[in-house]
């Protein structure tokens, strides 16, 4: 059966250079890292080369890269690191749950959180920033880009207003990084989170770039890695994927691949919006990174749709969560306005490096037929369309 991956924001596969490049670490090559013989010269060797290329695709230094476990571990770490108990920090309502759920756990422990709300595109205001600002804000933390709708965040108009007030700024950029040059210095952040396993590393490998001069406190406590940052015998395959891939998103970006990436995200929305009724675009208007596309179905059960295709072998998702038993509707779509039954009938699709123009025939064939099959069974819809 064919199968077709269009879910890429949820996990990227390894590509065959970046498994390449980390084979030998798992074999001949393996050592610890701070050990001082040849092994561990070896793998430190490798670390530092990663570093590198992580420093290059994000336009800092290589010794402000923290290599971590992930984004989850890079989020939690800018948020626990920088603040302080009664400090203030500002937010938005549609950050991953690695920062909510953070800033939550400070609230909890004697900080103060503001979470601000977004327009109905999906956009922070920065003037809502700058209004929520008080003597005691330290931190403000404002995703890149979007992990459900793709859009992108204005985190430069936010980097301006945390460098005049004197204010830390951390930025999310596992769904941006590979997909959209980044450059800390233009967005003017401390502190900011990539992942390896969004751009085509493995699970479990992340990095968390920290300004020089920014103090942060480490999450974990033990050896002195990372510059005493980040203590743990580093995951030197992992780090070396990191790397590949990091030096492998910024050749394709230098060659514009993101624009072919585009297109085809293009071919593809408006294929579906062409061929299906009561469908939209949820972010429309805002700019997003090239990858992705968020459609809402209305009249449609989003988990049925994305059951219904893997049955024939398309991989999408919705940003429902299922928490006590219960589908809980994507807490960003409910953010950008969205009722619970739209919020839960939208579907992303979000395409990656190994996406082809073959893969969009594939799922333009199937989408707009699986969603016609799926609203005549449904009574509410058969109804809706007599009685209008
Ligand atoms: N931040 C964003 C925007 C994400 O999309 C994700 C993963 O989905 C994370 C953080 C967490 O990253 P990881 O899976 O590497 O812990």
Redesign the pocket.
């Known amino acids: 059966m064919q199968r077709v991956y269009l879910d890429n924001?949820?996990t990227t596969p390894v590509l065959p250079e970046v498994f390449e490049a980390m084979r030998p670490y798992f074999g001949e090559n393996f050592g610890n890292a701070s050990s001082i013989h040849h092994h561990g010269q070896g793998t430190r060797a490798a670390v530092e080369d990663a570093r590198e290329s992580v420093a290059a695709l994000l336009g800092c230094s290589a010794s402000e890269v923290v290599f971590t476990s992930?984004?989850?571990?890079s989020?939690n770490l800018a948020i626990a690191g920088l603040v302080k108990p009664g400090d203030h920090v500002i937010t938005s309502s549609i950050e991953?749950h690695?920062v909510l759920h953070a800033c939550k756990h400070l609230a909890e422990i004697g900080c103060e959180v503001t979470v601000l709300p977004v327009d109905g595109r999906g956009l922070v205001d920065p003037a809502d920033v700058q209004r929520a600002l008080r003597p005691t804000t330290k931190l403000i933390s404002v995703?890149m880009a979007n992990?459900e709708t793709g859009v992108l965040q204005p985190v430069e108009a936010i980097g301006k207003i945390a460098a005049e007030a004197g204010i830390l700024f951390h930025t999310?950029a596992?769904?941006a990084a590979t997909k959209v040059a980044i450059d800390v210095k233009r967005i003017g952040c401390h502190a900011l989170?990539i992942?390896g396993?969004?751009i085509h590393a493995p699970q479990g490998v992340?990095a968390l770039c920290v300004k020089k001069g920014t103090e942060i406190r480490p999450l974990l406590y033990g050896g002195r890695h990372e510059r005493s940052r980040r203590a743990g015998t580093e995951n030197v395959p992992g780090i070396v994927g990191l790397g590949c891939a990091a030096k492998m998103s910024k050749e394709s970006l230098d060659r514009g691949d993101d624009r072919k990436l585009a297109a085809l995200r293009d071919r593809l929305q408006q294929g579906i919006l062409a061929q299906v009724d009561d469908a939209g675009v949820n972010g429309e208007g805002a700019a997003r990174v090239p990858n992705t596309t968020n459609i809402r179905f209305d009249h449609i059960e989003g988990e049925s749709l994305v059951i219904a295709l893997d049955l024939k072998g398309l991989a999408v998702s919705t940003g429902a969560a299922c928490s006590s038993g219960a589908i809980e509707p994507s807490h960003v779509l409910t953010a950008i306005g969205l009722r619970p039954d739209q919020a839960r009938a939208s579907i992303r699709f979000s395409l990656g490096k190994q996406t082809t123009d073959a893969d969009i025939d594939f799922a333009l064939a199937l989408v707009p037929e699986t969603v016609a099959r799926l609203r005549d069974l449904s009574p509410k819809y058969k109804k809706q369309a007599v009685s209008t």
Do not use: I, L
């Open positions: 924001n949820a992930g984004g989850t571990e989020d991953h690695a995703m992990n999310d596992v769904q989170t992942s396993h969004k992340g």
